[in-house]
C-alpha cells in the first residue's frame, strides 16, 4: 500500500512531461501537413526541365490559343 504514495505521484509526474512533449511539438509544427511531402513526390511538376517536353508544351498552349480566335 505504501507503494502507491510512490507511484502515483510518478505516474502523473510522467504524465505531465509526456502532455508538455506533446504541446512542445504542436507548438513547433511537427504535426502540420502530414499527407503534403507524400504526395508532393507524385506529383510531376518537372515536365518543361525534361528536353522533349518543352515543345509539346510549347504546342499544346499554341493549340489553345489558336481555338479563342
Do not use: C
Not at 24 to 53: C, F
Amino acid at each position: 500500500m505504501e507503494i502507491l504514495f510512490l507511484l502515483i505521484p510518478l505516474a502523473i509526474g510522467l504524465m505531465a512531461v509526456a502532455v508538455a512533449f506533446f504541446l512542445w511539438t504542436v507548438k513547433s509544427g511537427q504535426y502540420d501537413d502530414l499527407e503534403g511531402p507524400a504526395h508532393r513526390i507524385l506529383m510531376d511538376d518537372d515536365d518543361p526541365l525534361i528536353p522533349g517536353n518543352r515543345r509539346a508544351a510549347e504546342g499544346e498552349q499554341g493549340k489553345a490559343g489558336d481555338s479563342e480566335r
